[in-house]
């Protein structure tokens, strides 16, 4: 079945250092979405992608849909205390009744 | 405002014991799931439907049951034969764009 790897599974950084995160998988995908939680609740969506090479901005977070649609990468400038949880990656083919999702990324930030 | 609503958000069970947790929709979404998240880990697929009367197990459907007779309700039992089920239980629907909206979840711990 369809696999994504997402990394790193951690980090920790000092507030106001850029983040950089991504997910691959082992199939095309026709759309990437990018979630975030906090803790103690559901994730909330962050970004939506759905075209091979689309660079999409929220804010101070920007995500890109690989040009292989295999791949897709979230970016976080200048990180702020409330940037705090964990990130999952998903995505899916055409057609499919299910998202993926990536392992999650866990940031914690020192300020 | 359109949402979903787990309920309760704490739920003690004691051994041998059934349990149903509460997932209602107002989004009008055709499709819904339920995940399982433990401690540190990522989202594991329980059950899905895609239609009102019809689900599909996921990846870790033994110990768990579910139902389908209203488009905005998707309920999840936890059954006594779920050997491990203290855990962090997350309903979500999808729209057409494959965006998934999640509930603020239930914790469930057996005491």
């Known amino acids: 079945g369809q696999q994504l790897n997402q990394s790193p599974q951690s980090m920790f950084i000092q507030e106001g250092e850029d983040v950089s995160m991504n997910c691959t998988s082992s199939s095309i995908f026709n759309t990437w979405l990018w979630y975030k939680q906090d803790p103690g609740e559901g994730p909330v969506l962050l970004i939506a992608l759905y075209k091979a090479g689309e660079l999409t901005s929220n804010g101070r977070l920007t995500a890109q849909f690989g040009i292989t649609r295999k791949d897709s990468f979230l970016n976080i400038s200048a990180s702020i205390p409330s940037d705090v949880g964990i990130y999952f990656c998903?995505?899916?083919?055409?057609?499919?009744?299910?998202?993926?999702f990536g392992q999650g990324t866990r940031l914690t930030i020192n300020p | 405002d359109g949402g979903i609503t787990q309920s309760p958000k704490y739920l003690f069970r004691k051994e041998g014991q059934n349990v149903t947790l509460s997932c209602e929709q107002n989004l009008n979404h055709d499709a819904m799931y339920w995940y399982r998240q433990d401690p540190g880990q990522g989202l594991r697929l329980i059950y899905y439907s895609q239609i009102v009367n019809d689900f599909q197990k996921g990846d870790i459907a033994e110990g768990y049951s579910v139902s389908r007779e209203k488009k905005e309700s998707f309920p999840l039992t936890v059954t006594s034969a779920q050997k491990n089920p203290t855990a962090f239980y997350l309903c979500?629907?999808?729209?057409?764009?494959?965006?998934?909206?999640f509930g603020s979840g239930t914790r469930l711990t057996v005491v």
């Open positions: 998903a995505g899916c083919s055409k057609g499919a009744q299910k998202l993926v």
């Open positions: 979500a629907s999808r729209d057409r764009d494959y965006g998934y909206t």
